[in-house]
């Protein structure tokens, strides 16, 4: 059983107020697959251009990683560029070069069908959409998207969000989606589409979990002493997620709302881990038992008994 993921495998840039990272490797699909593996096998289906030769795809070539789903393609590798404001939470796109990404029509290997979950991280909806019908029995399909594609590809994103169970999104991006300023009124244009339940990630702090039945759990972020690059913390954010879902999937169990609470502080904690250096850098250098510290110190940050 597995994850399979969907998403960018791109070229960045990074500009924030403690240093700067160029040319290097990034993606949705780069930071979602390297935070999943500590939890779950991850299949990636992507496209990179033969640039991606001088960079290379060493980072992702890990134990519980599966690369064999990314198509290189004469051409450019997708860029991206984005400078940081000093509170972190907000960023300006500097440029979105799409590359060999404007042409891409996944074919998902074989080996990937059999994944229990299907991740359609931020890419161009039509793909993701091909992406999904490419793996109808999966159990859990969630989908992240961003401004890029809200605004130029609304009517592609609206139709496969008609086909999904979780959106994963950021809180600027819901408000500009729903055009609705008031999240929770927000969320009710997505539950109206189809998905039961929403994530919505609010940087700093932390991320909170909609269902369309009313339920609602916030889990605070991570208190972290030192912040370099925030860039990859949503996709990081939902490598953790889901790959705590997939863990439970794996063990025989039907997802109940407990599960999906633990798997909101895991994204969190994953999150907190990819903001901590450049890139996908801080990823690469911890372990499990790190992982499993930080969940505990944040159940202890969080926790105090309630005399309601
Ligand atoms: P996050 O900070 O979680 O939003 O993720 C940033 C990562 O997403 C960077 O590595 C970018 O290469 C990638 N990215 C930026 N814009 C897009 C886009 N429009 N579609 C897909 N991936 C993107």
């Not at 990683?65 to 940081?84: A, H, M, S, V």
């Not at 502080?265 to 990819?274: A, H, L, Q, R």
Request: proline share 4%.
């Amino acid at each position: 059983m597995s994850i399979t993921v969907v998403g960018t495998i791109g070229i960045d840039s990074l500009y924030t107020p403690f240093g700067d990272a160029e040319r290097v490797l990034g993606g949705s699909a780069a930071y979602f697959a390297l935070a999943a593996s500590f939890f779950d096998r991850v299949n990636i289906v992507a496209v990179a251009g033969t640039d991606i030769n001088a960079i290379g795809l060493h980072p992702l070539q890990r134990e519980n990683i599966d690369i064999t789903g990314i198509d290189i393609q004469p051409g450019e590798t997708f860029r991206w560029g984005g400078r940081y404001h000093l509170d972190l939470n907000t960023r300006d796109t500097l440029f979105t070069e799409l590359g060999v990404l404007a042409t891409f029509q996944p074919k998902v290997p074989a080996a990937y069908h059999g994944s229990d979950i299907v991740f359609l991280a931020n890419l161009t909806p039509a793909v993701q959409e091909s992406v999904v019908q490419q793996i109808p029995n999966a159990k859990l399909r969630a989908l992240d998207t961003m401004n890029f594609w809200i605004e130029g590809m609304r009517d592609d994103l609206v139709n496969v969000m008609r086909h999904v169970d979780i959106v994963i999104i950021a809180e600027e991006e819901l408000r500009q989606f729903a055009g609705i300023s008031n999240l929770r009124a927000a969320a009710r244009s997505i539950f109206a589409l189809g998905p039961q339940k929403i994530v919505v990630k609010l940087g700093t702090y932390g991320s909170i979990l909609l269902d369309a039945d009313g339920g609602y759990f916030a889990a605070p972020a991570f208190p972290l002493d030192d912040v370099r690059d925030p860039t990859g913390a949503g996709d990081s954010f939902a490598g953790g997620f889901l790959g705590v879902l997939a863990e439970r999937l794996q063990a025989g169990h039907e997802l109940q709302l407990r599960d999906y609470k633990r798997a909101l502080y895991y994204g969190n904690i994953m999150g907190s881990f990819t903001c901590e250096d450049f890139g996908v850098q801080r990823l690469l250098q911890i372990s499990t038992s790190d992982i499993a510290q930080r969940y505990r110190n944040l159940v202890d940050f969080t926790h105090f008994e309630s005399r309601i």
